[in-house]
């Protein structure tokens, strides 16, 4: 099954604490949406990803190919369906190609929070790691985390 990152699992090392198996398939874009940041996380000690409808503004990611039990050890990690939803979605790939994902979706996201400045260059590594847009590094880039 395929799956749609772009939080902190776009980050191939971050990844594979979860998924030993994934497969980095390709980089991807979803359009008519946004990156954004909520909630307070423990671990990260700031916001977290999330991703909503939003005209006109495209989500870079990254896409891996994993196993049923990888998506049930994402699942464990994303608390779902507690915190975020699983939402199946249409994506173009680097290459052109147009696919199908999955992605998770906050349920009740409640108020916007910046990420902390680990969290964030999390996100930046693996952006840059897998080739996503200079234009879209430098949005990530452009964020400013906790301080």
């Not at 902190?8 to 359009?31: G, I, T, W, Y």
């Not at 464990?76 to 915190?83: C, I, K, V």
Request: a negative charge.
């Amino acid at each position: 099954m395929l799956y749609f990152a772009y939080g902190s699992n776009m980050e191939r090392v971050q990844l594979k604490r979860l998924c030993p198996k994934a497969k980095f398939v390709d980089a991807a874009v979803l359009s008519d949406h946004e990156l954004t940041f909520f909630g307070n996380s423990p671990m990260w000690g700031g916001g977290i990803a999330n991703i909503r409808e939003k005209p006109g503004k495209q989500v870079e990611g990254v896409v891996w190919e994993i196993s049923d039990a990888e998506q049930k050890a994402l699942d464990e990690y994303e608390h779902f369906p507690d915190l975020y939803l699983r939402k199946e979605i249409q994506l173009r790939t680097r290459s052109g190609k147009v696919i199908r994902a999955f992605a998770y979706f906050m349920e009740n996201p409640g108020r916007e929070t910046p990420p902390s400045k680990r969290y964030k260059q999390l996100l930046i590594s693996g952006a840059e790691e897998h080739g996503l847009s200079d234009e879209y590094i430098d949005l990530l880039e452009s964020i400013r985390p906790l301080t």
